[in-house]
């Protein structure tokens, strides 16, 4: 394996980083959004029209976010006010995010981001740590946006294990009843996490559309946002090993491209990152501990009357 | 203000709820039109008319209406028990791979018994493909949401592997396309539409039958209640949920079969035309009945072919009907709440 590749994989994990972590915090809050497929898909396009329209790199970032939060934001008034079934309101979300950006994205199609776009996004040394040989390349030489992906799960981590907003947070999707006894806001909790997590989602898609690829096709994500939902179960709703988790799937996707002179078919090597999102599920399950253990609340509404 | 759990709602305030929700998304839906320059009734109108507007277009609604009632009839089997089977493109597809088997290799036998066993073959590939899941759902608690969903992606590469390669037509002129079927192995029409449509009813009859008067079916409705209650009413759970879901992916996978003989004449990695997946919606949207889910089929079929229609006359892209899906889906599954509870306020408190 040489060090192009692992490079090349550190770009193909940034998207499933970024979503990996929105679903992430949004199932800490106890809530199972599988619309991380339709807010990435939002992200992608909102990202790509603010970037495409105004050459405005920070523009893009922040229509990516905004877009993502907004379907996290629906997601979470089905779920948190309203108690509606979470499956059915994130498959949902996933339709509704992808309907609108192929709608949106119809005036896009074959449209490329700006040469002045993409130079911002042009890989920044950092120097001297980007002299370490291997890790160097791979992580201390790539663009702004995966400096901000990488910052984030770090922060994230940070925020979840060491800050009292954090703690708070594990409380309200473990306990929600206990959490509220103890004068946490349980619903507000839910919904801040809720929609930062799908604005981390949102940001996904956005650096796939405007920054991987840089051109808008349809349906951009092509099933990233699943493997995202299979990768928080993999990492056991942990920030930092969503790092490797997503590196590992990011290798996997490109995998296929370095096989090539091994005679296998392209189309069955696309089914690899799948077959082995599989494998990982049904892996996880297996060594099913207290430590790896889903949030306890996960999936169920809470009711504050049935105290 | 607070909510109470309703205890008891007639019949008419359900069906006003509903009326209102959809009402709404269908104002949410105007409101978008009107965004994109559009005069949303008339937008509306010609979606009515490219679905139902002549005898032609009702019987391509008809015909997309059919694999979206049978797919739901199958899905709905999985719901019940809360597996969430998302699966159902790929069961499709491998029910269709599977029939297609038999169709390009024994298409010198008899016509009768050359369908008897393409159907048969239809029913294996996508139950066969839903066992994976049901399995390691059982027996190793894994999510069936993410497995069943890579299975899809699976399923579509597979077929698109024979598409480009072993199972290529040699007479295609290049093109990555399988060999168009035997006249032996397609599926005869019936009043201008091929028989899956009787198909369909027999199937919804069926489950109906299945889920309402017998045992097993019985024994399905209570472990989708509580998985406890049913073990200690000493049911075989893990029994039951792998022989249902068999069943579940089989009558997907009959979809494949009538797909890839009555409609499309081959197989090829599109067979299941998203069917799979705007069935969860249908499914849903039918409160789980089966005999809801033939009218809310054919108003969704519409949906789809009024949804081409109007690309062409507005040039609105067909995405925009995937939208007020969406939205219509939205509204109800919001509208849920409120035949669920009631709001009071607070100071009215024991005024119940």
């Known amino acids: 394996m040489n060090t192009s590749f692992l490079v090349a994989a550190v770009i193909a994990s940034t998207p499933l980083l970024l979503a990996t972590l929105g679903e992430l915090l949004t199932e800490k809050a106890g809530h199972l959004n599988l619309g991380v497929e339709g807010m990435m898909l939002l992200g992608a396009v909102a990202g790509f029209a603010a970037g495409y329209y105004t050459n405005d790199p920070l523009l893009a970032i922040i229509g990516a976010g905004v877009a993502g939060g907004l379907g996290g934001l629906i997601f979470g008034f089905l779920t948190i006010t309203l108690r509606a079934n979470h499956t059915v309101s994130g498959l949902t979300l996933t339709i509704f995010g992808t309907g609108v950006s192929s709608f949106a994205g119809t005036t896009f199609i074959g449209k490329k981001m700006s040469a002045e776009f993409i130079e911002f996004f042009n890989p920044v040394a950092i120097p001297v740590l980007s002299k370490i040989p291997v890790l160097g390349p791979m992580l201390f030489n790539q663009d702004l946006f995966i400096y901000l992906a990488l910052l984030l799960a770090i922060l994230l981590g940070i925020y979840l294990y060491r800050t009292r907003y954090g703690i708070n947070l594990i409380a309200v999707g473990e306990n929600p009843g206990a959490a509220d006894a103890s004068g946490i806001h349980v619903e507000l909790y839910k919904y801040i996490h809720v929609v930062f997590g799908g604005a981390l989602c949102g940001l996904g898609g956005a650096y796939l559309a405007t920054v991987d690829v840089p051109q808008w096709q349809e349906q951009i994500t092509a099933g990233r946002g699943w493997i995202a939902i299979a990768l928080v179960i993999f990492v056991s709703w942990n920030p930092y090993k969503a790092i490797l988790g997503a590196l590992l799937f990011g290798g996997l996707s490109i995998v296929g491209f370095r096989l090539q002179h091994l005679n296998v078919s392209q189309n069955l090597l696309d089914a690899l990152p799948y077959l082995v999102t599989i494998l990982v599920l049904v892996i996880s399950s297996f060594k099913q501990s207290k430590e790896n253990a889903p949030p306890k609340a996960l999936g169920s509404p809470y009711f504050r009357e049935e105290r | ?352």
């Open chain 2, 1 to 352: 203000m607070r909510m109470i759990q309703r205890t008891n709602i007639s019949k008419q305030k359900i069906i006003l709820i509903r009326f209102i929700s959809i009402f709404l998304s269908l104002m949410t839906a105007s409101l978008f039109l009107k965004f994109m320059g559009h005069h949303p009734l008339d937008v509306f109108a010609s979606l009515a008319i490219g679905a139902f507007g002549s005898a032609y277009r009702l019987r391509e609604t008809l015909t997309t209406s059919i694999p979206l009632v049978v797919t739901s009839i199958g899905i709905m089997i999985a719901f019940k028990m809360k597996f969430w089977n998302i699966g159902g493109e790929g069961q499709i597809i491998m029910g269709a791979f599977a029939a297609s088997y038999i169709a390009l290799n024994y298409s010198e036998l008899p016509k009768p018994l050359l369908l008897t066993l393409m159907f048969f073959a239809g029913f294996l590939g996508g139950g066969m493909w839903a066992l994976i899941p049901a399995l390691l759902k059982v027996h190793l608690g894994t999510n069936e949401t993410i497995i069943t969903l890579m299975l899809n992606y699976v399923a579509i590469k597979w077929v698109t592997y024979l598409q480009y390669g072993p199972w290529k037509d040699p007479n295609g002129m290049g093109f990555p396309q399988i060999a168009t079927f035997e006249p032996n192995a397609i599926l005869p029409k019936v009043f201008g539409l091929h028989i899956g449509w009787i198909i369909a009813i027999f199937i919804v009859l069926a489950i109906s039958f299945l889920l309402a008067k017998t045992k097993k079916g019985f024994e399905i409705s209570v472990i989708g209640e509580s998985i406890d209650t049913a073990r200690y009413a000493g049911m075989n759970v893990k029994h039951v949920i792998v022989a249902a879901i068999i069943l579940s992916g089989g009558i997907c996978g009959i979809v494949g079969m009538m797909e890839a003989s009555g409609v499309n004449r081959t197989l090829s990695s599109n067979v299941s035309s998203g069917y799979g997946f705007t069935a969860i919606i249908t499914t849903w949207l039918s409160g789980l009945k089966a005999s809801i889910i033939i009218p809310v089929s054919i108003l969704f079929a519409g949906l789809i072919k009024g949804g081409s229609f109007i690309q062409t006359a507005y040039g609105i892209p067909q995405s925009a009907s995937d939208v007020l899906q969406a939205l219509i889906l939205f509204f109800i599954i919001g509208s849920e709440f409120f035949v669920q509870y009631r709001l009071v306020s607070s100071t009215a408190k024991e005024a119940i």
